[in-house]
């Protein structure tokens, strides 16, 4: 499988170190206009560097990994040469970028639209993803597991709840992070050094994930686990009850959502 990435940022290297740990049989292609990152890109993982135009051109799947204001100049680029390469499938990593903006703008229905989020630095991400009808099966299959190279992925035919899961996990590392650092500055004030704090905060979110995955019980469940009645958790909760954390943190889902919407409108035209 021939994929190249137009555009060679953090995400693109995300996806390319995945797609190399995991041993997939591609040969990758990146055009990058930043001389210095196409040297490092090059340089670690020993992808081929190209222009716009030869990049798509070798490609089976091309991925557009460029910024959402960038999608207009990068179709005028390579809108000219699209329409003969009948084998080629794009796949669009740009936040926000609705399928029927992308198809329309490079003239080519076959599209798999995806969003990842910033743990797929690691191998964990968490992908949500849809497909155009000409998409093959092959390709979705090949889709699988390029994405699951990096983490788990989910399928969804219908697009919107693709934005919503912009809102959730994509922009969700985000939320967690915020409350790490509200815990490390909870511990800090009651005494406890930000090196001992950060390391306990962080591998309780790590522990609390792995136990919500591995069991699969509701979230509620663990929490009423934790919980013994009028004790330290409970306390705690109240306070976290009383200051709307749980408001905030649905507030803050479908801001992100509600700004997504926004966005798309602007790339639309």
Known sequence: ?????????????????GMIKAELDVDITVSEPITERAAYL???????????????????????????QQLGDVADEIRDVVPALKKLTFMSIMAGVQSKTIID???????????ANTPAQVGLGATAWTASPSVTSDMREFA?????????????????LVDIATALSASGPAYVFVFI?????????????????????????LGSAALAKETGKHPAELRNMVTSPGGTTAAA??????SGFRKASIDAV??????????AKLTDK
């Open 1 to 17: 499988m021939n994929v190249s990435f137009i555009g060679g940022g953090v995400m693109a290297e995300a996806i390319i170190s």
């Open 42 to 68: 090059k340089r670690t993982y020993a992808v081929a560097i190209a222009n716009n135009i030869d990049a798509v051109g070798s490609a089976n799947l091309a991925v557009l990994s460029v910024k959402p």
């Open 105 to 115: 703008q490079l003239g080519c229905d076959r599209l798999i639209r995806i969003m």
């Open 144 to 160: 699988v597991k390029m994405l699951e190279s990096f983490g788990e992925q989910v399928y969804f035919d219908d697009e919107k």
């Open 181 to 205: 650092e509200a815990l490390v500055d909870g511990a800090v004030q009651l005494g406890m050094s930000n090196t001992d704090a950060r390391a306990l905060a962080i591998q309780m979110v």
């Open 237 to 242: 909760l109240h306070a976290m009850e009383l």
């Open 254 to 263: 479908l801001a992100a959502y509600g700004r997504g919407e926004e966005l």
